[in-house]
T-cell receptor, first 115, second 113 residues
Framework: EAGVAQSPRYKIIEKRQSVAFWCNPISGHATLYWYQQILGQGPKLLIQ????????DSQLPKDRFSAERLKGVDSTLKIQPAKLEDSAVYLC?????????????FGPGTRLTVT | GNSVTQMEGPVTLSEEAFLTINCTYTATGYPSLFWYVQYPGEGLQLLLKATKADDKGSNKGFEATYRKETTSFHLEKGSVQVSDSAVYFCALTLTGTASKLTFGTGTRLQVTL
């Protein structure tokens, strides 16, 4: 079974530029998550989708971050414009459903460096 | 609010040594508790979990017991191997929060020969 795919793996941009990350979850997984992991910290949930609807985006900085999951499969996370503090690893995860009984499977992450 | 506190790393051990990584939590309800592991260059993987008090999660020789009275979920392994070198994250989720995971800061383990 293929795992969660993310691209690109690495991205370097200058502040005020825009960037987009892509995630392809495990086939059949209804729930998709985006986490931000700043160096030295644990991952922090940015947004959670159930199919193509948003379940939780309370920690998404909506003035610069946006995410979509068209057709309830792939997802993109965009930052526009980027700030220095956005340098982090962006992790995508998916699960069959939402709830504590469903394991979240993580992709390898996209490492973003903002200069 | 909900939070997870882990012991700071890095933890450096010789092969076959005993491992303990401390984890304590604060939660407004009754959490499920998890340990995730991140090997170099790879994504996070679920190592073990426990969903109620006194449950013991175990996998690959690692184990952790959900202690409600001390709000702890310490990770232990009797004999570590070089291949166990990784970053370990303690995490919790609350029933009814749509499975949102709250992570600790991670503890890096380095095992040497």
């Amino acid at each position: 079974e293929a795992g969660v795919a993310q691209s690109p793996r690495y991205k370097i941009i200058e502040k005020r530029q825009s960037v987009a990350f892509w995630c392809n979850p495990i086939s059949g997984h209804a729930t998709l998550y985006w986490y931000q992991q700043i160096l030295g910290q644990g991952p922090k949930l940015l947004i959670q989708f159930q199919n193509n609807g948003v379940v939780d985006d309370s920690q998404l900085p909506k003035d610069r971050f946006s995410a979509e999951r068209l057709k309830g499969v792939d997802s993109t996370l965009k930052i526009q414009p980027a700030k220095l503090e956005d340098s982090a690893v962006y992790l995508c995860a998916s699960s069959l459903g939402h709830g504590t009984s469903y394991e979240q499977y993580f992709g390898p992450g996209t490492r973003l460096t903002v200069t | 609010g909900n939070s997870v506190t882990q012991m700071e790393g890095p933890v450096t051990l010789s092969e076959e040594a005993f491992l303990t990584i401390n984890c304590t939590y604060t939660a407004t309800g009754y959490p499920s508790l998890f340990w995730y592991v991140q090997y170099p260059g790879e994504g996070l993987q679920l190592l073990l979990k426990a969903t109620k008090a006194d449950d013991k999660g175990s996998n690959k020789g690692f184990e952790a017991t959900y202690r409600k009275e001390t709000t702890s979920f310490h990770l232990e392994k009797g004999s570590v191997q070089v291949s166990d070198s990784a970053v370990y994250f303690c995490a919790l989720t609350l029933t009814g929060t749509a499975s949102k995971l709250t992570f600790g800061t991670g503890t890096r383990l380095q095992v040497t020969l």
